[in-house]
């Protein structure tokens, strides 16, 4: 795609120019971009994974009240 930007002068992608109102911008834009994708992916994870232990946790623990109602026989049989 790059070497059909450089012939046409066309924006095809974003590695020869940053899009207008693009929040990072300057000389260093894709360094800048990818600092932000970087910091935005890291958040994202975090959040995925504490939600992931969070559920993991209510299932193990059965729910709480509910005593392990949420585990099958093989799966409380597998966990000791």
Known sequence: VTPISIL???NLNYMLFPPPGEPV?????RLLSIGCCTVL???GRTIIVGMECLV???V???GG???GVLLSKKGAE???
Do not use: E, M, V
């Not at 911008?25 to 834009?29: I, L, R, V």
């Open 8 to 10: 046409t002068g066309l």
């Open 25 to 29: 911008g300057g000389p260093n834009y």
């Open 41 to 43: 992916f890291s958040i």
């Open 56 to 58: 993991r946790n209510i």
């Open 60 to 62: 193990l623990d059965g």
């Open 65 to 67: 009240d509910s005593g």
């Open 78 to 80: 597998k966990l000791g």
